[in-house]
């Protein structure tokens, strides 16, 4: 308690042993989340997005190592822990929502008990205190008739009642920050603003911070107040966010939201990035974007393309990132 | 394929045949509507409760010595008869079979219990746990399965305590090595993670989440395995590594009754008879609940 920042991340480095070589998952990225706040994180399957939500919680898969970089919750360095001290971490002060949640509800396990076990096991709840928790959990994200779904398995609730399982299980020892991987991809669009509603109020209520990663981004300008854009395992663009989804300062950025449907960026038809995300064994020397960039100069191809600050606690990475003034002047410009 | 040669215009009409066959299918999976599970487990009733009633049904001692009465023929008296040593044959059938079945009811637990523990640790750890484990596995695995049990007997000297330890120490391989295939697919899983999120300790883990998944695998062969376990038992006895005399048991009946072969059949037949009965009652409850516990049947 007390520090402004809740999650900081310096320079991540995460490699994963794969059989093609090292892959440069996450690739030295930082980012901090002020207490009570929501971040976004946006970009291409494979940019490394998970596996950063993954490092911060200390459940990378086996063969993926934190190889340099600090990640500080609430000022404590989680890389220099332990991993039985993270473990106790995980639940009261951060927990996780994931993508799927049909499958990362255990099959064999009623609910209420899956709901309960987390109070039992870090808060030291009694059995019949952590189901009571439970049941209150189930009311609060508008689980209907709770004393009845206590008892039953995942297999008969649907994909939103999963999800807000899977909410109440992530608040259920009161975290300081839920990390979020995609939580409502797998959901109709209908019942993913639910979910999203459901989600901001009750952080909003109990003054928990998230890290949202998505690759949605009418998504992240509903729930977030930062973004941050990945590609290629580095951070290419950092920001507010409705200021970085608007009026991008990085190529990769426009090329997301030139690319995306039904978002208030104004162009006449979609435009898709051309090529393909980088490999991450061997990327490309300079901007990783490079290959695929229409701005690209010389310099991109060779020198290192760190994020600078712009004005207005704004930071891209591009070299070049005026011209892509001139590209939404010309978007905007077109009837 | 309930489709296959009925009319065409049955194909997109074909609900109702459909529907029936999953009905059909559904209700197959009810156990009482399996003929299979359905006979074994009257023969198991039978030869079970024959063998808890065994003092009800029989006045004689199975164990009582009666010269007088030695090598008679079935009759009114004596049911099959009795043996050299004029014990009734139907009575130490009973004793015999009451011996047996508790030993092998209970020595199937163990195995069970110590490969599933080993297994999972195997599984979910991996590394050099997972290495230690398996190579233990290999070497058990080497032998095959009467060699090293009779040898582990042997050494331990017969009784009831070897014939645990020795099934025991043969026995748990398998469960092991099917508790450690299927932990390393659901370890893979996601709930599984979510679980590492909610910080909760790999004990845990093991305990509440991944066994509660992987059991059925284990109890399915289970079911197998008490088959094997009895005729081990019984093989036993009939080497004279069993359970000492003069208790009875059916392993050392065939084996008693084999000096008498040409004058007395009945002293070795009926309990190999009773043997196999036993074994294919086992076998058919065995099947028919494993049928029933597999998933996405």
Redesign the interface.
């Known amino acids: 308690m007390g520090t402004e920042t809740i999650l900081e991340v310096r320079d991540l480095h995460v490699r994963i042993a794969s059989r093609r070589g090292i892959v440069r998952a996450v690739d030295g990225v930082s980012f901090e989340v002020p207490r009570g706040g929501a971040l976004g994180v946006v970009g291409e399957s494979g940019s490394g997005k998970s596996m950063t939500l993954r490092a911060i919680l200390g459940v990378l898969p086996p063969e993926a190592r934190v190889t340099s970089g600090q990640i500080l919750l609430d000022g404590v360095d989680l890389v220099q822990l332990r991993s039985s001290e993270v473990n106790r971490l995980r639940g009261p002060k951060m927990s996780m929502i994931f993508q799927e949640p049909m499958s990362a509800l255990n099959p064999v396990m009623r609910i209420g008990r899956q709901i309960a076990e987390g109070p039992q096991v870090h808060l030291g709840y009694s059995r019949a205190r952590a189901a009571e928790r439970a049941l209150e959990l189930m009311r609060r994200v508008g689980i209907p008739d709770p004393e009845r779904r206590f008892r039953a398995y995942p297999h008969e609730f649907s994909g939103g009642m999963r999800q807000r399982v899977m909410i109440a299980i992530a608040l259920s020892c009161d975290p300081e920050i839920i990390l979020c991987d995609e939580p409502t991809t797998a959901l109709d669009v209908t019942i993913q603003d639910q979910i999203l509603r459901l989600l901001t109020r009750l952080c909003r209520e109990s003054g928990v911070s998230l890290v949202f990663v998505t690759h949605d981004l009418p998504v992240v300008a509903q729930v977030c107040q930062d973004i941050a854009v990945m590609y290629g395992g580095q951070l290419v663009e950092r920001g507010e966010v409705r200021e970085v989804l608007l009026d991008p300062r990085h190529p990769y950025t426009l090329g997301l939201v030139r690319s995306a449907p039904d978002f208030e960026y104004v162009r006449d038809a979609l435009v898709p990035i051309p090529g393909s995300p980088p490999s991450l064994v061997s990327p490309p020397p300079g901007c990783r974007f490079h290959p695929r960039c229409d701005f690209a100069e010389d310099d991109c191809r060779v020198s290192q393309t760190p994020l600078r600050l712009l004005p207005g606690g704004r930071a891209t990475a591009c070299l070049h990132y005026e011209r892509c003034l001139d590209a939404i002047a010309a978007d905007r410009g077109r009837p | 394929m309930s489709a296959i040669g009925a009319p065409a215009d049955a194909g997109p009409a074909s609900t109702g045949p459909l529907a029936a066959a999953r009905a059909q299918r559904r209700a197959g999976r009810r156990w009482y509507r399996q003929p299979a599970l359905m006979a074994g487990i009257v023969i198991l009733v039978i030869v079970v409760g024959m063998a808890l009633a065994a003092p009800l049904l029989t006045s004689y001692s199975p164990i009582t010595q009666n010269l007088s009465a030695s090598l008679l023929g079935p009759g009114a008296h004596h049911l099959l008869g009795t043996d050299q040593l004029g014990r009734d044959t139907f009575t130490r059938l009973l004793y015999g079979l009451r011996l047996d079945l508790r030993i092998a009811f209970i020595v199937v637990l163990f195995p069970f219990c110590l490969g599933t523990v080993l297994g999972s640790l195997a599984g979910y750890f991996?590394g050099w746990v997972d290495a230690v484990i398996m190579r233990l596995v290999d070497i058990v695995v080497a032998f095959p399965f009467y060699v090293l049990v009779i040898a582990l007997v042997f050494v331990l000297g017969p009784g009831e305590r070897s014939i645990y330890i020795a099934i025991t120490a043969v026995g748990w391989v398998a469960y092991a090595r099917i508790i450690r295939g299927e932990i390393l697919v659901a370890k893979r899983?996601?709930?599984v993670?979510?679980?590492?999120?909610?910080?909760?300790?790999s004990l845990?883990i093991m305990g509440?989440?991944l066994l509660?998944?992987v059991i059925t695998q284990a109890f399915i062969y289970a079911m197998s395995d008490i088959v094997q376990d009895i005729l081990a038992i019984v093989t036993l006895g009939y080497l004279g590594l069993g359970i000492p005399p003069p208790t009875a048991d059916l392993g050392s009946m065939i084996n008693d009754g084999q000096n008498f072969l040409s004058t007395h059949w009945q002293l070795t037949t009926i309990p190999g008879l009773v043997v196999v009965v036993v074994g294919l009652g086992l076998s058919l409850v065995g099947d028919g609940l494993a049928d029933l516990f597999r998933p996405g049947r």
Do not use: F, I, V
């Not at chain 2, 993670?193 to 300790?201: D, H, I, K, V, Y």
């Open positions: 991996g899983q996601d709930y993670t979510a679980a590492r999120a909610g910080g909760l300790s845990r509440r989440h509660p998944n």
